[in-house]
Nanobody, 120 residues
Framework: QVQLTESGGGLVQPGGSLRLSCVVS????????MGWYRQAPGKERELVAT???????NYADSTKGRLTISRDNAKNTVDLQMNSLKPEETAVYSC??????????????WGQGTQVTVSS
């Protein structure tokens, strides 16, 4: 019943910027940690960034300060601002959320992903 929907992906030139958004919909009690992951063809899924409900963020070392994760608990959204994008960061970016159900049970949900292509 809970769904995660990503948006904001697309084609961008190297050095460009994109802002990804993810909204959690459905019936639930609350959302704990949220995160962004990416997976390129032929490669395993990679953690990009995570953020707690209170706003504490962690980033992959490869981001080198170019990415910023944020969330709006009132809107049930998590965003990923990506600057100075590199071609090797071309991937499907997926949103992840640890959702507390109305019965107070923790579930992990994934979105379907949004394509980010960094190319000239």
């Amino acid at each position: 019943q809970v769904q995660l929907t990503e948006s904001g992906g697309g084609l961008v030139q190297p050095g460009g910027s994109l802002r990804l958004s993810c909204v959690v919909s459905g019936r639930f009690f609350s959302i704990n940690d949220m995160g962004w992951y990416r997976q390129a063809p032929g490669k395993e899924r990679e953690l990009v960034a995570t953020i707690t409900r209170s706003g504490s963020a962690n980033y992959a070392d490869s981001t080198k300060g170019r990415l910023t994760i944020s969330r709006d608990n009132a809107k049930n959204t998590v965003d990923l601002q990506m600057n100075s994008l590199k071609p090797e960061e071309t991937a499907v970016y997926s949103c992840d959320a640890r959702v507390i159900s109305r019965m107070k049970v923790l579930y992990e949900h994934w979105g379907q992903g949004t394509q980010v292509t960094v190319s000239s």
